[in-house]
């Protein structure tokens, strides 16, 4: 199990939010706004996107905001899995 960390604006994997070895950006306003995500060539194919986007998914789901996914990695995970469908905002439309 990876060790992902919460940063200021990210959740991330490795020592530190500004050089990580993998990362999914958010802003956290009225909602959460996922526009980056970057899995370094070592973690690729280690689902390391998916977990992380479950982070974002938890923490949305905690302080009840839907997510706005910019991030086309994001938006196709989440369309394409009904389980997210109460964090998406306008239902995945």
């Known amino acids: 199990m990876l060790d ?3 940063g200021v604006k ?3 994997v490795g020592d530190n939010e500004e ?3 993998a990362k999914m950006e958010f ?3 009225d909602a959460i706004t996922i526009d980056h995500t970057f899995v370094s060539d ?3 194919g280690q689902n390391v996107g998916k977990q992380l986007l479950e982070k974002i998914v938890s923490l ?3 302080t009840n905001k839907k997510i706005i996914p910019i ?3 994001v938006k196709a995970e989440l369309n394409k899995n009904d ?4 964090v998406l905002i306008d239902g995945g439309k």
Request: include cysteine.
């Open 4 to 6: 992902i960390k919460k």
């Open 10 to 12: 990210s959740f991330y």
């Open 19 to 21: 050089e990580p070895l």
């Open 27 to 29: 802003l956290n306003g």
């Open 42 to 44: 070592e973690l690729r």
């Open 60 to 62: 949305a789901r905690e």
């Open 71 to 73: 991030c086309p990695y």
């Open 83 to 86: 389980k997210y469908l109460d």
